[in-house]
């Protein structure tokens, strides 16, 4: 019956005891580093991080940053009658953008983008969200059909909107037919013209962002909402709107600023009565030769783009990973 | 749960009304008349004069060498900055870096173009091709980065440790397994960025010079100085050449990839 | 035998946390060597200084007496399988195994021969062609291992190689681990959290908390033997008792004095003075129960309980007992099944006792280690283990 005491488990158990440091009681004291060894992997960390940045850095700095700033200072200079920029500074540029007619055009801009951006929202987030809810297949699918426009020019789709909405054109002859307009009208060159290409050209840019958000939401959450009494729209708006909130802020981006600084779209469809700070910009350095004064109003519309920029990419900090965003129409 | 109908029909109407001008516009190429209400029966009139017309040759040698010249050095440029971006992205210069290329993403392209033209103009470059360029090259780059960024957030890093482990040097590691394994987010990347050279209009205007026509700025110029019709045709040939060079793209990167539809997703990183 | 990866006096820091802290280990040639530690313990950072990815801000570490501490990963005779086993998508089974003979430029022929060779060992010879992303998680864990094997390695880093298995699979990948390490007879060094893996495949653990190495043993050593409560309570399960040492009549038994239970006798291998404030810890198993008092023999520890809770587990019971106001757990083997027995019941009255041997006496404890162990909760709401 003798039973082998727990020292035989292990005979240099005592031993060990002096030979390995004992862990202790409280939370362990943080070690000095000594200067240990010499590999340093930190610079050839640095120096790689230099090497693959260094290129666009460049790039990008020659090509976007001093331009911009080019941009701010030649609108402190006179224009030079011959067209061109004249020598010396002054704020003349400047002040004379205060006119009546500026502000006319900056606020028809303004309303003109919101307006558009908000028709966009509405008709991307059901469109969106059906896509998310598609099956497999069939979200490929509804994705290209949603692309492939994008896929043909972009001049060409405003063209063709231009020809129907011609007096001649298609739409125009429905409408007469139908009865809802007489000859007289022009459906071309107005406001109403600018917003519904604008719509139509940036609509794809907005349900991406809103599918995206819409594909990683957890609709499981809707369904808990139903569970404990909502209604189809209380769970919409409470529950689903709030979780595709980044995609929501992406998507508003993606129209608002584009259709600040439009151009083409004003130019071919606005007219007289539909022209935008884009198209007064084009005007200023083609038409007239004026490059400071197209420069002034350049630097009212960098600021003008820069507000919402800011505004929203601080709400979105919040997340971790920022959203790809989808660049302006080409 | 019953789901209602509403968001379909949202999307079909919406689907709808995406296609209409597009439809009307290849109908109308095959229509001789001179305006598009009235149906004169299928003619490719409008064809042969594309053909026989010079400038719409000289405009697409021009597009075709600018864009083709674009696309490699954005490629080259934006897979470098993706790589940087995510491997690097803590740090002070990576948060500088980011913004820089997130900029010409978000700036309306007439900014983009009018400062570049009063850059080119202050430091006296001829204007032609080569500004073009330049020009396309500094918004490309930056959407090809963040096609091949969206690929790297999915690319688990361990395989390259493993390749490191098994006895490959850095570079031989970036080359057997880094850039293979990123291939069809570059492809991807390199589609877009050709894509965006051959559509672009508003920065081509303002830094071209004369005789440096692209495709979309004599586009530009039919329709506000006339022949209108000739742009059907001209546009449903572009939109018969993309769509073919999509599909067959499509058909690449899904042979290399097993899984899933990779398609859209990612061409466009979402 | 020859110490043939050493660590001397590691460090490394990642911004504000020490993830290893001064550690020294050694490990022989051969063998099977596990670094066993809660999340966070630094064990997959020791991994990582082995293989080079990581370089230590203090120490140095060595492989067959080189120091190794400067090299990359890819100059050190090291070769490491990964936690999600980073297959090469692009590449067949065939070629990501041959990777790294391909790297070193050996001759065509004998890539080929070797690569066979590999794929016979995991028996995956007609899968040779496939893609990772048409195997099974098991297949790919054994392409992984003959991926790194094939370059015949010093040692094989193994990075909780079995985390994302199912429980049916991880048995069995267990058992072939086992069987490679013996064919092939390296150095293994395995990192994992599940103290069954490290115990049956091990030769021997380190245990590893907050940077630290708690103990480092054979299986029976850091189970029977441990130094400090952090061992006890983190393998296996084990009853802690707080008191003090009372008296040490003769140099190999204590007499320990812990409130509310009469005088407690311990086996002394630490060889502890009167006054020492220790815990006494006594593993469930080594608790005997019965309804009836029996018989006094002397070196035993005798005590009166209730039952708590009783919870069947078919093959045996735990029971948790409440003996002078501490909560204890006994688990008891039903090595006879007797149709006429009683079973011990909620609220029953019982003896428990353990033989003096069994239980053991640790100088080196913390509060907080109680936290380790399983502890059913009174009431709802009632956090378990006090986390």
Request: proline share 6%; net charge positive.
């Amino acid at each position: 019956m003798g039973r082998k005491r727990r020292k035989g488990i292990d005979p240099d158990i005592s031993q060990k005891r002096g030979s390995e440091p004992l862990r202790r009681t409280s939370d362990g004291r943080s070690s000095e580093s000594a200067p240990g060894c010499r590999f340093d992997p930190i610079l050839k960390r640095r120096r790689a991080e230099w090497l693959t940045s260094l290129p666009t850095l460049t790039w990008l700095g020659l090509f976007v940053v001093v331009p911009t700033v080019l941009v701010f200072v030649i609108a402190f200079r006179p224009a030079n009658p011959y067209g061109g920029i004249g020598g010396g500074w002054t704020l003349d540029t400047i002040r004379s953008l205060w006119t009546p007619s500026y502000l006319a055009i900056a606020w028809r801009t303004l309303w003109i983008s919101l307006l558009t951006t908000v028709i966009c929202l509405v008709l991307a987030v059901p469109s969106g969200y059906s896509i998310a809810r598609a099956s497999e297949k069939w979200r490929g699918r509804l994705l290209m059909l949603v692309i492939i426009p994008f896929w043909t020019s972009f001049l060409v789709r405003v063209f063709a909107w231009k020809s129907l909405l011609h007096p001649e054109g298609l739409i125009k002859k429905a409408l007469e037919a139908l009865g809802l307009v007489g000859t007289a009208t022009t459906l071309l060159y107005n406001p109403t013209a600018v917003v519904l290409v604008m719509v139509y050209t940036f609509l794809p840019f907005t349900i991406l962002p809103i599918y995206a958000a819409a594909e990683k939401f957890d609709f499981r959450l809707v369904e808990a909402a139903r569970d404990l009494g909502a209604s189809s729209a209380q769970a919409f708006r409470r529950v689903f709107l709030p979780g595709i909130s980044r995609g929501l802020l992406t998507a508003f981006l993606v129209v608002f600023i584009p259709a600040l600084g439009s151009y083409i779209i004003p130019d071919l469809v606005g007219g007289p009565s539909g022209e935008m700070l884009g198209n007064k910009i084009a005007q200023r350095v083609f038409t007239d030769r004026n490059l400071p004064h197209a420069s002034a109003l350049s630097a009212v519309l960098v600021l003008a783009v820069l507000a919402p920029l800011i505004a929203v990419l601080a709400l979105q900090r919040k997340a971790k990973k920022s959203d790809i965003i989808m660049g302006e129409a080409p | 749960m019953r789901r209602s109908r509403f968001p379909l029909v949202v999307t079909a109407l919406v689907l709808a009304f995406f296609y209409l001008p597009i439809l009307i516009l290849v109908v109308n190429s095959f229509n001789p008349a001179r305006f598009s209400s009235r149906w004169q029966g299928f003619s490719l009139v409008w064809y042969a004069r594309l053909f026989e017309s010079p400038e719409i040759w000289q405009a697409l040698r021009n597009t075709l060498i600018v864009a083709v010249s674009v696309t490699a050095v954005s490629v080259v440029l934006g897979t470098a900055a993706a790589f940087a971006l995510h491997r690097y992205g803590a740090s002070r210069l990576q948060r500088v870096h980011y913004t820089l290329i997130y900029t010409p993403l978000v700036v309306p392209e007439i900014l983009m173009g009018i400062s570049l033209l009063m850059f080119f103009v202050a430091a006296g470059v001829p204007l032609g091709l080569f500004t073009i360029f330049l020009a396309h090259v500094t918004f490309c780059a930056s959407y090809v980065a963040m096609t091949v960024l969206g690929r790297l957030q999915d690319f688990d890093f361990s395989v390259i440790e493993a390749a490191r482990d098994l006895g490959a040097s850095p570079w031989q590691s970036a080359r057997k397994v880094l850039i293979p394994m990123l291939m069809p987010g570059i492809v991807a990347g390199a589609l877009l960025a050709f894509t965006l050279s051959v559509d672009d209009f508003v920065i081509t205007f303002f830094v071209a010079g004369p005789g440096s026509t692209t495709l979309p700025l004599r586009i530009y110029s039919m329709i506000k100085f006339g022949a209108p019709p000739m742009i059907n045709a001209l546009s449903t040939l572009l939109l018969a050449v993309t769509l073919t060079a999509v599909l067959v793209s499509q058909r690449l990167v899904n042979r290399r990839n097993s899984a899933g539809n990779p398609g859209t997703k990612e061409k466009f990183g979402t | 035998m020859a110490e043939f990866l050493e660590f001397r006096g590691v460090s490394k820091r990642f911004g504000a946390v020490q993830a290893v802290n001064d550690v020294s280990l050694e490990i022989k040639k051969g063998e099977f060597f596990s670094l066993l530690g809660p999340s966070g313990c630094g064990k997959t950072t020791m991994l990582r200084l082995a293989a080079g990815f990581e370089e230590p801000d203090a120490g140095r570490v060595f492989l067959d007496g080189r120091d190794i501490t400067g090299l990359p990963p890819d100059k050190r005779k090291v070769n490491t399988i990964f936690q999600s086993y980073a297959l090469f998508p692009h590449m067949t089974v065939r070629d990501n195994i041959a990777f790294g003979l391909i790297i070193a430029k050996r001759p065509k022929a004998e890539i080929r021969d070797e690569v066979d060779r590999m794929l016979e060992l995991i028996r995956m010879a007609d899968q040779a062609a496939k893609k990772p992303d048409q195997l099974s998680g098991g297949q790919k864990q054994r392409v992984a291992v003959a991926r790194a094997l094939i370059n015949r390695p010093d040692v094989l880093l193994l990075d909780e190689p079995l985390a994302a298995l199912d429980l049916k699979l991880r048995q069995k990948m267990l058992i072939e681990l086992d069987l490679i390490h013996d064919q092939v007879g390296i150095t293994f060094l395995y990192v994992t959290h599940d103290q069954a893996e490290a115990m049956s495949l091990s030769d021997r653990i380190a245990v590893m908390d907050g940077g630290r190495i708690e103990q480092v043993g054979a299986p029976a050593e850091i189970y029977e033997s441990p130094r400090t409560s952090f061992v006890a309570a983190f393998i296996g399960d084990t009853n802690f008792l707080e008191g003090r040492v009372e008296a040490c009549p003769d140099r190999e038994y204590c007499r320990l004095a812990i409130a509310g239970l009469p005088g407690i006798h311990c086996f002394n291998d630490k060889s502890l003075q009167p006054g020492q404030p220790i815990y006494l810890s006594i593993r469930p198993e080594k608790i005997h129960i019965s309804r009836e008092r029996p018989e006094e023999k002397p070196q035993r520890n005798y005590l009166p309980a209730v039952i708590e809770d009783v919870i069947y587990l078919g093959s045996n019971t735990k029971y948790w007992v409440r003996a002078g106001g501490y909560r204890i757990q006994v688990f008891r083997q039903h090595a006879r099944y007797f149709l006429d027995e009683k079973p011990l019941r909620w609220k029953d009255e019982a003896w428990i006792w353990w033989h003096a041997d069994d239980g053991f006496m640790l100088d080196h404890f913390r509060k907080a280690d109680e936290d380790l162990l399983a502890v059913p909760p009174q009431s709802v709401g009632e956090p378990l283990n006090g986390k």
